[in-house]
């Protein structure tokens, strides 16, 4: 009995050692399956080549503060009661123009008094000449003496003075009263009054503010190896991508001829500060921009894109393939349909496509699918957006 159960013992030992050998070589043989398996695996993507293409590159630009070389107050310059305004907001003005009138009754009245003195100037200088004149006629028959000659002849230098004294009072009063009429500063249009008829005002006090929005201006810093590729009269289109921000401060009318919000704006190169000839490593761009239309105005604008009117052919990737926010890599698909993480150097785009400086040549493959979870060495298929939109 004993020597049954003792057999029947090793027989469940056996089987049991079989059982965990027969597991383990199962479990052996799925992982060798599992590795050739993913060994073979490829993974379908989309992919672009590296070509070369015509381009407008694109600037996006966070905010742009647009200012205006012509504002100015138009100021009164004699105190005064503003008696009469020729104009409104928004008028068009000219630089000259009479936009206000002021009444200073001060003025008026010494005027008049500067007349009085003017002629009773005159009327001394007339008898101070005829004694002069007689003195001198006795002087030279020496019918008189030295002393009353010196004496007619001091009379009638000091009447002479007299009258050009009161003159010129009459001259500097006269030009008191013509600061009465307050003109335009400049050329432009009429965006703030900020006094109306009957306020009383003091020499100096801004009446009214004139600006000519028909040209503004931005910069911007640059790097050197982008401004080397700018020319002073190199010519973009300004646009936003928020158009609702065409707003006008100062509620001025639109011009014939601009569409509103859907309006793009010429822009020129206007200056590059230091000159491409000097050496620098950043440099300051001015750009002017032509608004003729009268839509934008000086201040602060969010979410502007600068479009390049050239045309560049540069050899370009999509922005898709672009696996960072700083656009420095890509992912390449080699000879044996592997991939690769490859760092490139960008440069413009146009919101498709991204200029490649370095890194890439002509005719590779590069990934366009999303890059998450994609590693070098795995094996794909592509297909390329050039057959995929056939």
């Known amino acids: 009995m004993k020597k049954l159960y003792m057999v029947g013992l090793v027989l469940i030992l056996l089987f049991v050692v079989a059982m965990v050998a027969y597991g383990a070589w199962l479990n052996k043989s799925g992982e060798n399956q599992i590795a050739e398996r993913m060994e073979s695996r490829t993974i379908p993507l989309q992919g672009a080549k590296a070509q070369m293409r015509d381009m407008h590159p694109k600037l996006f630009l966070e905010t742009i503060n647009l200012y205006s070389e012509d504002m100015a107050d138009a100021v009164a310059l004699i105190d005064g009661r503003i008696e009469q305004i020729f104009v409104s907001k928004n008028s068009n003005v000219a630089r000259g123009q009479v936009i206000f ?3 200073n009754e001060e003025i008026a009245l010494k005027i008049q008094q500067a007349d009085s003195s003017i002629a009773k100037a005159e009327a001394q200088l007339a008898n101070a000449k005829n004694n002069y004149a007689r003195y001198t006629r006795l002087r030279e028959r020496d ?9 007619a002849e001091a009379a009638y230098f000091a009447s002479e003075a007299a009258l050009k004294e009161a003159q010129t009072v009459k001259q500097q009063l006269l030009v008191q009263s013509s600061r009465q009429d307050v003109t335009a500063p400049i050329d432009g249009e ?18 009214a ?6 040209r503004l201006f931005f910069s911007l810093p640059v790097e050197d190896k982008d401004a080397q590729r700018l020319s002073i009269g190199d010519r973009a289109e300004l646009s936003f991508t928020n ?13 014939a001829g601009n569409r ?15 000159s491409l000839n000097e050496p620098a490593s950043l440099r300051k761009v001015v750009f002017e921009v032509d608004n003729r239309v009268k839509l934008l105005e000086q201040q602060a604008y969010n979410g502007a894109v600068l479009t390049s ?13 672009m696996t960072d926010s700083n656009h420095s890599s890509v992912f390449v698909i ?7 993480r490859r760092k490139v150097r960008t440069g413009a785009d146009d919101g498709n496509y991204i200029e490649i400086i370095s890194g890439l040549s002509e005719g590779e493959r590069v990934v366009t699918s999303a890059a998450e979870g994609l590693e070098n060495g795995m094996k794909v298929t592509m297909t390329l957006m050039e057959e995929a939109g056939k």
């Open 101 to 103: 009138t002021l009444v």
């Open 143 to 151: 019918a008189t003496s030295i002393e009353k000659f010196d004496e």
């Open 190 to 207: 009429i965006l703030i009054l900020y006094k109306q008829q009957g306020a009383y005002v003091q020499a100096g006090t801004p009446l």
């Open 209 to 214: 503010l004139v600006g000519n929005f028909s």
């Open 243 to 255: 158009s609702q921000i065409l707003r006008k401060a100062y509620d001025t009318d639109y011009a």
């Open 260 to 274: 509103g919000d859907a309006e793009n704006f010429p822009v020129y190169v206007k200056e590059i500060m230091p």
């Open 309 to 321: 009117a050239q045309t560049r052919k540069l050899l370009t990737v999509p922005l898709a393939a």
């Open 334 to 340: 080699n000879a044996e349909d592997k991939l690769e």
